[in-house]
């Protein structure tokens, strides 16, 4: 599987935003882009399913004031 960098979706953040401001929090997004890595006894956590946890993180950053 191919996986993005935190590099890389940093720029495809400023991209979209247009500014280089583009990200509120560099930890928790660095979290969600290493997420998919995960392995547990030789198996991906997340079998097929890259997006997840960057989605979840987003939406927990949507709900938080």
Request: aromatic letters at 4%.
């Amino acid at each position: 599987m191919i996986y993005l960098d935190l590099a890389e979706v940093v720029a495809i953040a400023r991209a979209v935003n247009k500014t280089p401001h583009a990200v509120a929090d560099i930890g928790l997004l660095a979290g969600a882009v290493e997420r998919p890595k995960a392995t547990v006894f030789g198996q991906e956590v997340y079998p097929g399913c890259s997006s997840r946890p960057l989605l979840s993180c987003i939406r927990s950053r949507e709900t938080t004031p």
